[in-house]
């Protein structure tokens, strides 16, 4: 099997090692002068959730980084569990940027990666040519934040590959009803990995847990709409499954009032979250690049 991509690795402000795809634009339509596409994954994913939108991408001239933020994939654990949140990844990520001279980028932000690409958009906007917004918004509803509360930072591990699907199925099936077998399994795959011990487990430090785990329920969330308007301007494109329980289908309705010329693709039969393989969110991707000046 053909790999398009290599390994690279970057230093946080606190002398973490972290690590990203790195996927040069290939094919007859490269463009230099094109900013590259970073995917942004979610709160327990790594950047192995966009290996095919990745590899589809670049193939069409645009180059793709797909960092593993850190405490996930191959990315170093932190320290000290404080740093698992949105403020010290947007700082990471920022790292990256300089470390990699790039301006401006496109984001594609899946859940978490969302939230960081809002952050970002509040404090740097000029650094986004275009944004994917994948199944989140300025509004998390606590229902599905409750659902991610029941089930990360669970050190679970599997003997076979077949299992770890299997307890995949079981535990995200109302999100993805139409899921075969394989789906399961590139899922347990991308999200998962294999051990020195010989046991499957997910891939990620289960300390990310603590500061979601540790938060104060009463408290008032940081009021995000904002920071979602500070992404008018730009080609920008929201996606949301129609199952989801994160992502509310009122909180959709009010971003696109809010920002009138962005696109809006709902995902039928899909909850939380889309992988942007699905053929709706590709083609609306494809022209989302066709707007990036």
Same mark, same amino acid.
């Given at each position: 099997?053909?790999? !398009?991509?290599?390994?690279?690795?970057?230093?946080?402000?606190?002398?973490? #090692?972290?690590?990203? *795809?790195?996927?040069?634009?290939?094919?007859?339509?490269?463009?230099?002068? @094109?900013?590259?596409?970073?995917? &942004?994954?979610?709160?327990? *994913?790594?950047?192995?959730?966009?290996?095919?939108?990745?590899?589809?991408?670049?193939?069409?001239?645009?180059?793709?980084?797909?960092?593993?933020?850190?405490?996930?994939?191959? =990315?170093?654990?932190?320290?000290?569990?404080?740093? !698992?949140?949105?403020?010290?990844?947007?700082?990471?990520?920022?790292?990256?940027?300089?470390?990699?001279?790039?301006?401006?980028?496109? =984001?594609?932000? #899946?859940?978490?990666?969302?939230?960081?690409?809002?952050?970002?958009? =509040?404090?740097?906007?000029?650094?986004?040519?275009?944004?994917?917004?994948?199944?989140?918004?300025?509004?998390?509803?606590?229902?599905?934040?409750?659902?991610?509360?029941?089930?990360?930072?669970?050190?679970?591990?599997?003997?076979?590959?077949?299992?770890?699907?299997?307890? &995949?199925?079981?535990?995200?099936?109302?999100?993805?009803?139409?899921?075969?077998?394989?789906?399961?399994? #590139?899922?347990?795959?991308?999200?998962?990995?294999?051990?020195?011990?010989?046991?499957? =487990?997910?891939?990620?430090?289960?300390?990310?847990?603590?500061?979601?785990?540790?938060?104060?329920?009463?408290?008032?969330?940081?009021? &995000?709409?904002?920071?979602?308007?500070?992404?008018?301007? @730009?080609?920008?494109?929201?996606?949301?499954?129609?199952?989801?329980?994160?992502?509310?289908?009122?909180?959709? %309705?009010?971003?696109? @009032? @809010?920002?009138?010329?962005?696109? %809006?693709?709902?995902?039928?039969?899909?909850?939380?979250?889309?992988?942007?393989?699905?053929?709706?969110? *590709?083609?609306?991707?494809?022209?989302?690049?066709?707007?990036?000046?």
């Amino acid at each position: 099997m053909t790999k !398009y991509y290599t390994n690279q690795t970057w230093q946080s402000a606190d002398g973490l #090692t972290l690590h990203f *795809r790195d996927y040069p634009a290939r094919g007859p339509n490269v463009d230099a002068a @094109r900013p590259p596409v970073i995917c &942004l994954h979610g709160l327990t *994913r790594n950047g192995r959730d966009f290996e095919d939108l990745a590899e589809h991408i670049s193939a069409a001239g645009w180059r793709v980084l797909a960092p593993d933020v850190r405490g996930r994939g191959k =990315s170093e654990y932190a320290g000290d569990s404080a740093t !698992y949140a949105v403020p010290t990844y947007v700082g990471d990520l920022i790292a990256l940027l300089e470390a990699q001279g790039i301006a401006r980028f496109v =984001s594609v932000g #899946t859940s978490m990666g969302g939230l960081m690409t809002m952050v970002l958009a =509040s404090l740097a906007p000029d650094r986004l040519a275009g944004v994917v917004m994948n199944d989140i918004g300025p509004v998390i509803e606590t229902g599905g934040l409750d659902a991610i509360k029941s089930y990360v930072g669970q050190a679970r591990s599997f003997p076979t590959w077949m299992h770890a699907a299997r307890s &995949l199925q079981e535990l995200h099936a109302a999100n993805f009803p139409q899921f075969e077998l394989d789906d399961w399994l #590139t899922m347990a795959k991308r999200g998962m990995a294999l051990h020195s011990n010989g046991r499957i =487990s997910f891939d990620y430090d289960m300390k990310i847990a603590e500061p979601i785990l540790q938060a104060d329920a009463a408290a008032v969330p940081p009021d &995000l709409w904002p920071a979602f308007e500070a992404l008018s301007g @730009r080609p920008l494109l929201l996606v949301r499954g129609e199952l989801s329980g994160l992502f509310s289908a009122e909180t959709f %309705a009010e971003m696109q @009032r @809010r920002v009138p010329a962005a696109k %809006a693709v709902t995902v039928p039969q899909i909850g939380h979250a889309p992988t942007l393989d699905e053929p709706v969110v *590709r083609d609306a991707i494809d022209a989302l690049l066709a707007d990036i000046a």
